[in-house]
Each structure stands twice: as C-alpha cells, then as structure tokens.
C-alpha cells in the first residue's frame, strides 16, 4: 500500500462542492485500490482499500454489475477526478455525505455500463500522524518556501534601487513623473503590510484560496517531503518508515525546491541571509553583484 500513501500525498487539495457543505479533498486511484482524504476543515477523515475490498463492496452495493475490481476502481477515478477539479462529473453523477458517528460515508451515483452504478466511501478520523503527514508538515514547509521567496524579492528590490540610483548619478531622468519610486524599505513595507493586507490575506474562509492558488507549491512540498523519506529509506534510516526527520526536511525546503512539480520553477536560495525576517536585508554593492533573472515560485 505504499504506493496508495506516496500517491496520495503528493495530489493537491482540491475543494470538492456538495449540495450540504463544501470540503477540501484529495483522491489516488491505481488498479489497486485508493486512498481518500477529506476534511471540513474541523475534522479530517480517511479511507484507503485495496482491490478485494473494492471487489466485495462492489457485490454488495451492484449486484446487478459484473466486472473485476479495476473497472470499478476506473470508474470511480472517472468520477472523481472531475469534480476535484471543479469540472462537470461525466454520466451526471450525484455525491452526498453523511456523518455516522465520527465516520463520515460519501455516496456517489451513477451509471456504468447502461445500468445504474453507486458507492460509498467509509472515511473515518484520520490519525494524528496522517493529518501531520499531509497538511502540518506541508503547511509549515511552504510558510518556510514563502519567507524564502519574500528575502529574494527583498533582496532584488534593493538591487534595482541601487540600480536606479546609479542611473541617477549618471544623469538619467525619468521622462513621466508618476513612474517615480521611493527607495524599498523592509521594515516599514511589512509594518503595512501587517495592519493593512494580513486580516485580508489570513482569510481561509472555506479554503478555497489555498486550493485555487498554492497547489503547484504544494505538491512541491509533497514531491520533496517524499524523496527525503526515499533518500533516508535508501540509507537504512530508521526513520524512513514514518515520517522524514523535521530537522533534515525543513531545513532542506527552502533551498532544494529543485525539482519542483508542474509549473512550480526551481527557487535557488540567497547568498547571504538576514539575521531576522523582520529586518531590512543588506543591500548588496552594485559592482559586485552578479544580476541573474529570479523566477518566483508561482511564474
């Protein structure tokens, strides 16, 4: 079931929209059998099944189809990709959940093969350490890959200031007054950018933010969360089994985001850092400084 679990992990959070509430899910289907997360942002609930209980449930819920376990595992695949994608689900399918107790059972109907078709998925409380695997420890992982990101932008805003300012010197002139700048200055910006932008960006609202903007940054996480369990596994590390050491992994994030996922470009790391996050960065000597092209996270 490894492969179900590394799937999962590395598949965006998308927001899936029922008629009874909105949801944050995120779905892997092999031949095999899938694994399912759903959360309402409250609570956080799992299912991950293999072939033969797909086949038995199958029996049970459709006697009247006969197929092996992978067209029934196709056909959900079919289904759910679209609606996690926001898109109109094929064979106007219909979904709708419950809550059971703690368990929360999603319903979904529709038709395979000219007969009609439904499912339940059995999702129940994930575990402390699934709910660290796939929103903690990503989350903490991007925040990280965000501050890294914003010293960069810092630190080539004071390099176009310094380049501006020689232009000046050298007796360039702007040729329309409203392009005129002033001089970037850290501190100040995120002082504003606390009182003025933080209650509007901090806005999680039903979580559709984070999936309609971070999914490319995520899955980047994911990707990199994966291949240092993968390295640590190789070695005969102990902790390969669970999850990747907090220190070797975090401390890694930020400046080995080299190979990211989709659209996600690579984000080298700066030369140098500064001793705090709130601190203005220390502006770099023109003459020293070789310019390169900086490419963000989202580009």
Known sequence: MEELEQGLLMQPWARLQLAENSLLAKAYITKQGYALLVSDLQEVWHEQVDASVVSQRA????????????AFLSHLDDLLRPLLRDMDCPGKATFSCDHVAEALILRVRS????????????????????????????????????QCQ??????????????IQDYQESGAA???????????????????FMVEKLPEACSVGDGRPFVTHLQNLYTAVTRREVQVR??????????????ASPHRTNSQLPSQLDEPVSSAPAHPEPEKEPTGTSGPVQRPQLSKVKRKKLKGLFS
């Open 59 to 70: 029996k049970e819920l459709n006697k009247r189809l006969t197929a092996p376990p992978e």
């Open 174 to 192: 702007l040729s329309r007054d409203r392009l005129k700048t002033e001089p970037f200055e850290e501190a100040s910006f995120l002082e504003q």
């Open 230 to 243: 993968q390295k640590l596994k190789d070695a005969g590390d102990p902790q390969a089994s669970g999850s």
């Open 150 to 163: 914003a010293r960069e932008l810092a630190t080539l805003l004071h390099m176009k200031d310094l380049e």
């Open 111 to 146: 038709e395979l093969s000219g007969l009609p078709f439904c499912w339940t998925f059995h999702c129940i409380p994930a575990s402390p350490s699934l709910v660290s695997q796939h929103l903690i420890r990503p989350l903490m992982g991007m925040s990280l890959a965000l």
